[in-house]
């Protein structure tokens, strides 16, 4: 899998995980309407599925996802939250993203 589609993937991934965790927020939080649960639910079952299609390791897949998790959350607090985030957000988000890229696009060799 190619590097874009790859942090494409886990983009989505992302979004997918967010989305599922921010709707019990709402209906937790901000007196939100408990069928707000149920696109939770969906949205989390879509995270799950998502994560599968990586074609390597899970454990590997995990690590290099939280990197992209990281960028994309801070990209919701800017966005949905209308928070802008700060200058020190946006660098642990690029360290985020080069850690990410060394564990996914280090070269392996065959076992």
């Known amino acids: 899998m190619d590097a874009l589609k790859t942090l494409a993937l886990f983009s989505l991934t992302a979004l997918a995980e967010i989305i599922g965790c921010y709707l019990p927020y ?3 939080k901000r007196d939100g309407s408990a069928w707000l649960l149920l696109p939770a639910a969906l949205s989390l079952g879509l995270f ?3 994560l599968t299609l990586h074609p390597t390791a899970a454990g590997r ?7 992209v998790y990281v960028v994309v959350a ?7 939250e209308a928070i802008k985030p700060t200058a ?6 690029a ?17």
Do not use: K, Q, T
């Not at 801070?74 to 949905?80: M, S, T, Y």
């Open 95 to 111: 360290v985020s993203l080069a850690g990410m890229a060394i564990v996914m696009l280090a070269p392996r060799h065959a076992n």
């Open 26 to 28: 709402l209906w937790l």
């Open 61 to 67: 897949v995990y690590a290099a996802y939280g990197g």
């Open 74 to 80: 801070l990209l919701w607090l800017w966005i949905i």
């Open 88 to 93: 020190w957000d946006f660098l642990g988000g």
């Open 48 to 50: 799950v599925w998502l």
